[in-house]
């Protein structure tokens, strides 16, 4: 382990006692320094002391709803959000990504899934992710000459399926509502432009996924919308 | 009775009638004829033609027609010149004659107008009445059965016909098969009658009436937007021909399809109500059910995964406290389970109570020495008198009244509050106990909903089953105690429960 490696600052937001303490855990072996809160009010005051590097929010606060919280605290900060919740309605889920929460994580929750999501939440925000080559499983795309590869080989995307892509790569890792890809796309709600999203999705997994059928690198999250998955490069492809 | 007094007023003259006429006329003659000659045929004709005015008062027309022409015949063969002659022989008679027919002919229309037109505004007047009385009584049922029986009687009543009512399906757009009235005029030919005449007039084609079999007739109940049923009514005499007695019977119509129209929203309204608070109900169910339910698993999932990465679990005192958070984890489970077990007991009726002799003061010591793991910081203050009467109870039922209580405050009160446990013989007969709280209380318009199942107050802290304060409420009613929740002058939470003490 390296020596004088920065630790990041969790806050974690949950009134469940239980669920910090564990959680404190977890994070403490994986080298982040932990805060807690367990309430809304107490959350407020502890991202202005704390300054951390990403927030884990419980939506069932008792003093006031985590999605109020996350409103408030969007006025002012652009810290990474994840929301972390037993309500698992996809409505909430949808609000919460609408209202700025950068991500979500149902209980009961897998640690592992759990740490990725807080590392991309933190990449995303130090803007370590601006690199001109995209690389995820076998897939590359070469953000500055607009190449896209798949296991090496090209393939060539229409306008509206690369436009699609670089939104995915921009936010890799990051669950896109529906309606987030809709307006980055067509100015235009969801609404409008369900199916049309759709046979998009579609024609893009056909292009960068090894099996279309089983997608590996484009998600979908039922209900809410999509994932764009950061895998490890696949080595074997360079045989 | 009415149907005799209004419906059959005209025209009807039977021969004593025309009797009354010829007896009238016969006797005015025989007592002018000795006094003809002092008083002089004109006096006499004058006689004779007001006595036909006299009877137009109260005789049929035809009737009058035929006093009328008497009239004249009596006069020419018994009073003018020659005597007991028909004919006329001087031309002065004849103007008589023609002037003695007109005027008793005009006078005999005239009147016999006014009389019609005098019985028409009086049958209109009880008309209006019928159909007054009809909506009154149609304005005060309560459902579509009575809708349907007060109709059936007044259709008997005022028109002498059974009626039978098919109702449209309230899913498909067909008739249903449930019928209302009399089931005497419950056919299958009917039914299908009924049921294509439902078609036509829902989709706006005719469906005036149709007569089916045994002489009944299908009329469509049209509510102003929709056809809502067919009601069969069996006729005496057909579909009236009478035009009164037509508009009538279809006011009758009119008025018994609104009110079932009325009716019917009425029981949609009230059931989509019902639907709508099951609805909530269930909503409310699952999301407290499943909130408590995956919290522990999720922190049971949590502890696991620490478990699992050797980094954390090599330490002892991590691997210890891993542990308790495992055990707290598993008897929060264990608590729902029960919540839920004993929630099923109450709903089912299945609750039994093993009465025996108890002491409140030891049963708070028991329970609160068991709870001692899950005080968290929370001090208890049990004050219980030395002399305090047994109650007769299920104990294993009061201890769970005693733990959801206080799980409930300890839940809902920051850590490191007082929890007061008083018991008194207060009233002397009675034992009643008290747990109060120190924390922020309940607003006083929400005290009365708090032992509602899955009912939580406005901006608590989530959590809990939604249950605890429902079973200590079953619990207690079942003992025939009562209990009440209130304010505490000095702020906090204060319960309070009367059990029947045991001399």
Sequence with gaps: MEKNKIKYKVLIIDDEAQIRRLLRMTLETNEYKVFEAASAKEGMLAVTMNHPDVILLDLGLPDESGLTLLGRLREWSAVPIIVLTVQDSESVMIEALDSGADDYVTKPFNAGELLARIRVAIRHSLRMDESPVFRSGGLEVDINSRVTRLNKEEVKLTATEYSLLLIFIRNAGKVLTHSFISREIWSAPYADNAQILRVHIAQLRKKIENEPSVPELLITEPGVGYRLKILPVAEQQLL | ?503
């Design chain 2, 1 to 503: 009775m009415l149907r005799t007094s209004i419906w059959k007023y005209s025209s009807r003259s039977d021969f004593s009638e025309y009797l009354i006429a010829f007896l009238a006329i016969a006797i005015a003659a025989g007592i002018c004829f000795p006094l003809s000659h002092i008083i002089g045929i004109v006096s006499v004709g004058l006689i004779l033609l007001m006595v036909v005015a006299v009877l137009a008062l109260f005789l049929g027309r035809w009737p009058l027609m035929f006093a009328a022409i008497l009239n004249v015949l009596v006069w020419d063969y018994f009073f003018q010149k020659p005597l007991f002659s028909i004919g006329v022989y001087q031309i002065e008679d004849l103007f008589a004659n023609i002037a003695d027919l007109l005027v008793a002919v005009v006078s005999v229309i005239l009147i016999t107008r006014i009389r019609k037109s005098q019985t028409i505004l009086q049958n209109s007047q009880e008309r209006l009445t019928i159909l007054n009385n009809f909506l009154e009584s149609m304005n005060d049922v309560k459902s579509i059965s009575e809708v349907v029986q007060i109709a059936g009687e007044n259709l008997k009543k005022h028109f002498g016909q059974e009626a039978v009512i098919y109702l449209k399906d309230k899913n498909r757009h067909t008739l249903a098969p449930a019928l209302y009235g009399n089931s005497e005029l419950h056919n299958t030919e009917g039914v299908a009658l009924a049921g294509s005449l439902f078609l036509e007039s829902s989709s706006g084609r005719s469906g005036d009436s149709k007569t089916g079999p045994y002489g009944i007739s299908y009329f469509p109940l049209l509510d102003p937007r929709e056809t809502i049923g067919i009601i069969g009514i069996k006729l005496e005499s057909g579909i009236p021909s009478d035009e009164d007695k037509m508009i009538l019977f279809k006011s009758f119509i009119t008025i018994i399809a609104s009110t079932l129209g009325r009716e019917i929203s009425i029981e949609a309204a009230m059931e989509k109500g019902l639907l709508d608070h099951s609805e909530k109900l269930f909503q409310a169910v699952l999301s407290s059910v499943s909130h408590e339910l995956r919290t522990p698993i999720a922190i049971i999932s949590a502890a696991v995964d620490n478990l699992n990465d050797a980094r954390t679990s090599s330490e002892p005192g991590k691997r210890r406290q891993i542990c308790d958070e495992l055990e707290s984890a598993s008897n929060r489970l264990n608590n729902l389970v029960e919540n839920i077990l004993d929630m099923s007991r109450i709903e089912s009726g299945l609750l039994k109570l093993n009465l025996q002799y108890c002491d409140i003061a030891d049963l708070v010591g028991l329970v609160v020495k068991d709870m001692k793991g899950e005080l968290n910081g929370h001090r208890l203050n049990i004050t219980m008198p030395e002399n305090l009467s047994l109650i007769k109870a299920d104990i294993s039922l009061i201890r769970q009244v005693l733990v959801n209580i206080l799980r409930n405050a300890m839940m809902y009160t920051p850590a490191g509050t007082g929890i007061e446990i008083n018991a008194a013989n207060d009233p002397a007969d009675m034992v009643s106990l008290i747990v109060r709280d120190h924390g922020p209380g309940v607003p006083n318009e929400n005290l009365e909903h708090l032992f509602e199942k899955f009912y939580r107050v406005p901006g608590s802290r989530s959590g809990g089953t939604g249950l605890g304060l429902a079973i200590v409420r079953a619990f207690v009613e079942a003992h025939k105690g009562f209990i009440r929740a209130s304010n505490d002058s000095g702020g906090g939470l204060r319960i309070t429960m009367t059990f029947k003490a045991e001399k």
